[in-house]
Nanobody
Framework: QVQLVESGGGLVQPGGSLRLSCAAS????????MGWYRQAPGKQRELVAS???????DYADVVKGRFTISRDNAKNTVYLQMNNLKPEDTAVYYC????????WGQGTQVTVSS
């Protein structure tokens, strides 16, 4: 059973940056495409970035050029570097496989506000 623990969220001003981390337990992590999802209040959860086991990346148009996903397979960890944050990026951020197949973690809250 893989468990996912997200961290690194917080309150940041527009234009600021945050780096999220997702630590996964279990040796199966390395074979999966992993992704970062987010869910804003009143909205459905959406996939914003993904990375294959070979580190090929893909991004939703709304974050392209601002967010960078990376992974360290040796550490079973996925990262999301978020730059030039906007108020509309405010959400709870989660990691999971793509498509998601693990239980969702608690997520990490990102709030972008002045």
């Amino acid at each position: 059973q893989v468990q996912l623990v997200e961290s690194g969220g917080g309150l940041v001003q527009p234009g600021g940056s945050l780096r999220l981390s997702c630590a996964a337990s279990g040796s199966m992590f390395i074979i999966y495409t992993m992704g970062w999802y987010r869910q804003a209040p009143g909205k459905q959860r959406e996939l914003v970035a993904s990375i294959t086991r070979g580190s090929r990346t893909d991004y939703a148009d709304v974050v392209k050029g601002r967010f960078t996903i990376s992974r360290d397979n040796a550490k079973n960890t996925v990262y999301l570097q978020m730059n030039n944050l906007k108020p509309e990026d405010t959400a709870v951020y989660y990691c999971n496989s793509v498509p998601h197949s693990y239980s969702w973690g608690q997520g990490t809250q990102v709030t972008v506000s002045s």
